[in-house]
C-alpha cells in the first residue's frame, strides 16, 4: 500500500538525450508508483530502450536525472548543482534495479545455477552456498528448477530467458526492467516468458516493461506509456490508451499492431 507520501519506485525528471545532433529524448517525464506495472510502447527508434538504459544509467542523461525510491541514480546533488557519482556507487546502485535485456547475456561459460547466484556472490556478499540456495529457489519460481546444471547452450531461447528473470530477481530489486524480453524469441516460446512476467506483475513487483506485445499490456499493465520521437505522447490505463487513444499518432501506432 502506497500513500501520496511514498516516494516513487521510479521518478524520470525532465530528461534529455541526445547523440551528436540525434535527440533520443526529449523532455521526459515519468512516475513509477510502487508496485505498479508500466508497459511502455512506441514504434521502433522512439526512445523506449533509451529510456530504460536511462533509468539504470547505462546512459548517461545530457539534462535531467532519474530517482529510484527517491534516490537520485548516477548523481548527487551538491550545492544545488548534480554531480556524477563514483563508478563503484553506480554499480553499487544500479544493483537495485533489475534489468532483462532482449538477449538474455548470460554467461555461457557458467551453468544456470552460477549464472543466477553469481551476482548475489559478487554485490550482496553471500556466500556462495547461499547464493546457490536463493538461485535454486528462483529457478523453481520460473519454472526451471531441472535445468540448474545446464549451461545456456543447451537451453531454448525461452529457456534462456527465463534464467534472465531470475538473475535479475536474485539481487532483490526495488524495480525490475525489461527491455523487449520477447523479441528475440520464436513465437512459440514467447508465452512461457510472458507468464514468469505475469506472475512477477501480480506479485507486487515494481515493473517497467518496453515491449510490442499489446494483448499482453492490455492484460498485466496498471498504465501504458506510448512514446514517439522521445517525448511521452499519451499515458494512462490501458482501458484508455489501448482502446480509446486521444492523440493521432497512437491511433496511427494502434491501427498498425492491433
Avoid: C
Avoid at 525510491?69 to 544545488?80: A, K
Avoid at 513465437?187 to 518496453?210: F, H, R
Amino acid at each position: 500500500m502506497t500513500t501520496e507520501t511514498t516516494p516513487a519506485a521510479v521518478e524520470v525528471h525532465d530528461v534529455h538525450k541526445w547523440y551528436g545532433t540525434h535527440r533520443v529524448l526529449d523532455g521526459v517525464n515519468l512516475t513509477v508508483r510502487p508496485g505498479e506495472v508500466t508497459v511502455i510502447l512506441g514504434p521502433s527508434g522512439s526512445g523506449k530502450s533509451t529510456l530504460l538504459r536511462v533509468v539504470n544509467h547505462l546512459e548517461k542523461p545530457e539534462i535531467g536525472h532519474v530517482s529510484i525510491n527517491g534516490e537520485p541514480i548516477g548523481v548527487r546533488r551538491h550545492g544545488g548543482r548534480l554531480r556524477e557519482l563514483s563508478e563503484r556507487t553506480i554499480l553499487t546502485q544500479r544493483s537495485r534495479i533489475g534489468f532483462v535485456f532482449q538477449n538474455f547475456n548470460l554467461f555461457p561459460h557458467l551453468t544456470v545455477l552460477d549464472n543466477v547466484a553469481a551476482a548475489p556472490v559478487a554485490t550482496r556478499k553471500l556466500t556462495r552456498a547461499a547464493a546457490q540456495e536463493l538461485a535454486r529457489e528462483l529457478l523453481g519460481r520460473v519454472g526451471l528448477a531441472d535445468k540448474a546444471g545446464a549451461y545456456p547452450r543447451q537451453l531454448s531461447g525461452g529457456q534462456q530467458q527465463r534464467v534472465a528473470i531470475a538473475r535479475a530477481l536474485a539481487l532483490r530489486p526495488g524495480v525490475i526492467l525489461f527491455d523487449e524480453p520477447t523479441s528475440a524469441l520464436d513465437p512459440e516460446l514467447v508465452g512461457e516468458v510472458l507468464a514468469v512476467i505475469k506472475d512477477l506483475a501480480t506479485s507486487g513487483t515494481t515493473l517497467v516493461i518496453v515491449t510490442h506485445e499489446i494483448g499482453f499490456a492490455r492484460e498485466v499493465a496498471d498504465r501504458v506509456v506510448f512514446i514517439d520521437e522521445g517525448k511521452i505522447v499519451e499515458q494512462g490505463p490501458p482501458s484508455e490508451v489501448l482502446d480509446t487513444p486521444q492523440h493521432e499518432r497512437t491511433r496511427d501506432f494502434l491501427s498498425k499492431v492491433l
